[in-house]
T-cell receptor
C-alpha cells in the first residue's frame, strides 16, 4: 500500500511568482487536507477537499487555492508569492471526511526569495 | 474555539530516563486528541490518538498518553527514552461536526533531545 506522496520535495521561487504543489493520497482515501508549517511552528490548516469539493478552509487568503481530481490526488496553488509563504507544505489524506485520522506526506519545502 | 498549548518548546532527557511532554487543550465539546512526531526534514507520523474510548491510550514506539478531562490535559509519556526518540512532537485537537471530522489544530511543538 502506497502512502501519501508529495512533489516536488523542494522548490525555490521569487516574490510575485506562482507555484503548484502536488499530492497523491493514500490508496482508498477520498479526503485530502493541506497544511502550512512555518519554521519553528506547528502546522496550520489551509483547506480540505472531499470528493473534489472544498470541505473547509482555514484563515488563508484567496491566493491560496486548491483542486482535487477524480482519482483524489490534489494540488495546492499559491499566486503572487510573498516572502512569508516560505514554509513546509504538508498534505494529509484520510479515508473519508468522517475519519478521525489523517496520514501525512513528507511535505514540500517552499522557499520564496 | 479549540486550541492546544504545549508547555516547553525544548525538553532534554538522558537515555533511559522518563519522557514527559505536556499538552493542554481547550475545547467546548468532546475533543479528539492526537500526538504526532516529526523527524528532521520529514512529514508527521501519528504516534497515538484519543477518540473518546479508553482514557489511557497506547501508541507506537512505547509511547502512551492519558486523557484527563478535569485537567484538560493529554500528556505524552515514555518510561525509558531512546536515542531514536529525538524529534519534534506535536499535540493536536479536532472534533467531529455531525459526521464530518474537523481540521487538526496543532500546538507549537516540543523538541525532544536525548543525551547519551
Amino acid at each position: 500500500e502506497t502512502g501519501v506522496t508529495q512533489s516536488p520535495t523542494h522548490l525555490i521561487k521569487t516574490r510575485g511568482q506562482q507555484v503548484t504543489l502536488r499530492c497523491s493520497s493514500q490508496s482508498g482515501h477520498n479526503t485530502v487536507s493541506w497544511y502550512q508549517q512555518a519554521l519553528g511552528q506547528g502546522p496550520q490548516f489551509i483547506f480540505q477537499y472531499y470528493r473534489e469539493e472544498e470541505n473547509g478552509r482555514g484563515n488563508f487568503p484567496p491566493r491560496f487555492s486548491g483542486l482535487q481530481f477524480p482519482n483524489y490526488s490534489s494540488e495546492l496553488n499559491v499566486n503572487a508569492l510573498e516572502l512569508d509563504d516560505s514554509a513546509l507544505y504538508l498534505c494529509a489524506s484520510s479515508l473519508d471526511r468522517a475519519s478521525d485520522t489523517q496520514y501525512f506526506g513528507p511535505g514540500t519545502r517552499l522557499t520564496v526569495l | 474555539a479549540q486550541s492546544v498549548t504545549q508547555l516547553g518548546s525544548h525538553v532534554s532527557v538522558s537515555e533511559g530516563a522518563l519522557v514527559l511532554l505536556r499538552c493542554n487543550y481547550s475545547s467546548s465539546v468532546p475533543p479528539y486528541l492526537f500526538w504526532y512526531v516529526q523527524y528532521p526534514n520529514q512529514g508527521l507520523q501519528l504516534l497515538l490518538k484519543y477518540t473518546s474510548a479508553a482514557t489511557l491510550v497506547k501508541g507506537i514506539n512505547g509511547f502512551e498518553a492519558e486523557f484527563k478531562k478535569s485537567e484538560t490535559s493529554f500528556h505524552l509519556t515514555k518510561p525509558s527514552a531512546h536515542m531514536s526518540d529525538a524529534a519534534e512532537y506535536f499535540c493536536a485537537v479536532t472534533q467531529n461536526y455531525g459526521g464530518s471530522q474537523g481540521n487538526l489544530i496543532f500546538g507549537k511543538g516540543t523538541k525532544l533531545s536525548v543525551k547519551p
